[in-house]
């Protein structure tokens, strides 16, 4: 199967280190896959789910210590810990060997090791990278089946070549003490291990298609980023592309699946999801930006995914599907908080345990059904609105960037940068304001520039000088902008509908992407007339509108004290253009408060 001399030594000095009972090829023939799903459900990995409710699907829990990400265990493994930067965990290579490699002495005893062969993007097409993940996790081969394009055409394509990606990863023993995700962005590996989690242990998603690849795309003279990637079409049959990019809880996912609200629908008006998570991004010959989303399939979030927030990937996840970490019935139902119907009358909670509606622990805090990181694994192809262009070998043409962030009061609806120095600026001072739930203190304001700071494969600080020099060279970039769908009044209640209106938003930025739409500069930025937003069918007064689209000088002179506290991390590494957006942003503010006082 395999004449590549350069794998064949990998994979043997990988199962020297293992120890694996047997190596199974991975070639990607539905033959296969069916024989390991029923290998895995006899074994108890996964769990077969009603045929009829949920044909093709699955069930898998993981261990109650792994259940998401563990960035505090993330490393960036280079030469020089500045090339990680402060932003990163940094290990040096030899001990992150060393000390994985202590882990991984013997962990696939009496274990298969799986080898799948995995593609990035179409085979052939300028974007694609190739990857082999060795694992002992047969839930690890069926998720990587779903995101990304595996089996015997990837070796193919691959050849002789030594250019691959050598991602290696064990479960261990699921020791959180002995758990490490180490990246060698200097030797284009990566090593997983004591995780069964997906965002730690399929090599092709974050670790990949955003660690390694935004090194890769460095060197190489590309963009790899946390971005979805839509299609917005207008009634007269064209359509704009959009790559965006959003810190966690800010409806990444249901915004790439938007559906129009029925006043836009009428006139004619469709959304194309193109991808949901990962946008690689190059310079296309007419002088554009063109994008790819690299991936296969959907890893998303269960909780809060129902027919109000998100239809198209309710449909989506109806078959084929690997559901984990949700509630799990005795008649082989799931169920997950804040979806679809009454909770069912008993089932097994994500940790293993009985649960039952209304269920409180000691101190009177709600029992989840389903933990709130669960997550589903869906082939891209289920979606309804999947664009006929998600897997051209090109990409799509970007009309635009947009960045977001959930900030109460703080920034307008939408906003356009002033050009791309000044853009790049904003998606570097991206914030959003985090939950009680999830951090514990509602408010504080967490700094996640371009959605990438616990992705970004090096310095962050060479990461904003990276996008200055990509930009001065583009003979026509797209417009970048930001948005903001959850401003609120002083009630606490949102200003903003949100979900399918926030198409009314994304076309008036395609129109100014077009040199058409309206709009008041301000310090920060183009912000819309007030009739610039189609509002057709809203019931919105013109008093919030006028405060969707306000700019308070002095609450942005607040908000720049954490931008300086931010940017000082990274010492002289950061760009003197970066400092000087700050300065041309402070003088335009100090300027505008003085003149309205």
């Given at each position: 199967m395999i004449n590549n001399k350069t794998l064949q030594k990998w994979i043997s000095e990988m199962a020297d280190l293992c120890q694996p009972e047997a190596i199974v090829w991975i070639d990607g023939s539905e033959g296969q896959k069916k024989a390991l799903e029923k290998e895995a459900v006899a074994s108890g990995e996964i769990v077969r789910l009603d045929e009829k409710k949920w044909p093709g699907c699955f069930y898998h829990r993981t261990a109650t210590n792994d259940v998401a990400r563990t960035e505090h265990l993330t490393y960036i493994c280079t030469s020089k810990k500045e090339d990680a930067g402060p932003t990163n965990n940094w290990m040096e290579p030899a001990e992150a060997y060393r000390k994985a490699g202590a882990y991984f002495k013997g962990s696939m005893r009496g274990r298969t090791m799986y080898v799948i062969p995995f593609a990035m993007g179409p085979l052939g097409s300028p974007f694609t990278k190739i990857g082999i993940e060795l694992t002992d996790s047969i839930y690890v081969v069926l998720n990587m089946l779903i995101m990304t394009r595996a089996g015997k055409d990837v070796l193919e394509h691959l050849g002789e070549s030594d250019n691959f990606t050598r991602g290696l990863h064990s479960k261990g023993d699921l020791d959180i003490e002995k758990r490490l995700i180490l990246h060698f962005p200097e030797d284009n590996t990566i090593w997983s291990v004591g995780s069964g989690y997906g965002g730690n242990v399929l090599l092709g998603k974050k670790c990949l298609s955003l660690r390694i690849a935004s090194w890769l795309g460095r060197q190489e003279g590309w963009l790899a980023e946390h971005m979805l990637i839509m299609g917005v079409e207008n009634p007269e049959?064209?359509?704009?592309?959009?790559?965006?990019?959003?810190?966690?809880?800010?409806?990444?996912?249901?915004?790439?699946?938007?559906?129009?609200?029925?006043?836009?629908?009428?006139?004619?008006?469709?959304?194309?999801?193109?991808?949901?998570?990962?946008?690689?991004?190059?310079?296309?010959?007419?002088?554009?930006?063109?994008?790819?989303?690299?991936?296969?399939?959907?890893?998303?979030?269960?909780?809060?995914?129902?027919?109000?927030?998100?239809?198209?990937?309710?449909?989506?996840i109806?078959?084929?599907?690997?559901?984990?970490?949700?509630?799990?019935?005795?008649?082989?139902?799931?169920?997950?908080?804040?979806?679809?119907?009454?909770?069912?009358?008993?089932?097994?909670?994500?940790?293993?345990?009985?649960?039952?509606?209304?269920?409180?622990?000691?101190?009177?805090?709600?029992?989840?059904?389903?933990?709130?990181?669960?997550?589903?694994?869906?082939?891209?192809?289920?979606?309804?609105?999947?664009?006929?262009?998600?897997?051209?070998?090109?990409?799509?043409?970007?009309?635009?960037?947009?960045?977001?962030?959930?900030?109460?009061?703080?920034?307008?609806?939408?906003?356009?940068?002033?050009?791309?120095?000044?853009?790049?600026?904003?998606?570097?001072?991206?914030?959003?304001?985090?939950?009680?739930a999830q951090y514990g203190k509602q408010g504080k304001v967490r700094r996640d520039p371009m959605a990438m700071l616990p992705f970004c494969g090096y310095n962050m600080a060479d990461y904003f000088s990276y996008w200055l020099e990509f930009g001065r060279t583009l003979p026509n970039p797209p417009k970048i902008f930001h948005v903001n769908w959850f401003r609120k009044d002083e009630k606490g209640c949102f200003l903003w509908p949100g979900f399918g209106d926030n198409l009314r938003v994304l076309n008036w930025i395609i129109e100014r992407a077009h040199g058409r739409a309206s709009a008041v500069k301000t310090p920060i930025g183009f912000v819309p007339t007030p009739d610039a937003i189609d509002m057709t069918g809203l019931d919105i007064s013109e008093d919030t509108v006028k405060e969707l689209f306000a700019v308070d000088p002095g609450d942005w002179l607040e908000e720049l004290a954490g931008h300086r506290i931010f940017f000082e991390q990274f010492g002289a590494r950061l760009p003197s253009e970066i400092l000087k957006e700050y300065h041309a942003l402070l003088e335009r503010l100090s300027i505008n408060e003085a003149a309205a006082g």
């Open positions: 049959g064209r359509i704009d592309y959009i790559a965006a990019a959003f810190p966690s809880a800010c409806g990444k996912t249901n915004l790439a699946m938007l559906i129009p609200p029925e006043h836009l629908q009428k006139k004619g008006y469709k959304v194309w999801t193109v991808g949901d998570d990962i946008a690689w991004i190059r310079r296309g010959e007419d002088g554009r930006l063109w994008a790819l989303n690299p991936e296969t399939g959907f890893f998303g979030v269960a909780p809060g995914t129902n027919s109000r927030t998100n239809p198209n990937a309710l449909a989506t109806r078959r084929n599907t690997i559901f984990t970490n949700v509630l799990l019935t005795g008649d082989g139902d799931v169920w997950w908080e804040n979806g679809e119907g009454e909770p069912p009358a008993e089932g097994i909670a994500w940790d293993g345990r009985p649960w039952k509606p209304g269920m409180v622990d000691e101190s009177g805090n709600y029992i989840h059904g389903a933990h709130p990181n669960s997550r589903f694994t869906a082939p891209i192809t289920q979606c309804p609105i999947i664009s006929p262009e998600w897997d051209n070998p090109k990409g799509v043409p970007l009309t635009a960037i947009v960045f977001g962030g959930r900030r109460s009061h703080l920034a307008p609806l939408v906003y356009e940068a002033f050009n791309w120095r000044h853009g790049v600026y904003v998606g570097a001072t991206m914030a959003s304001e985090v939950t009680a």
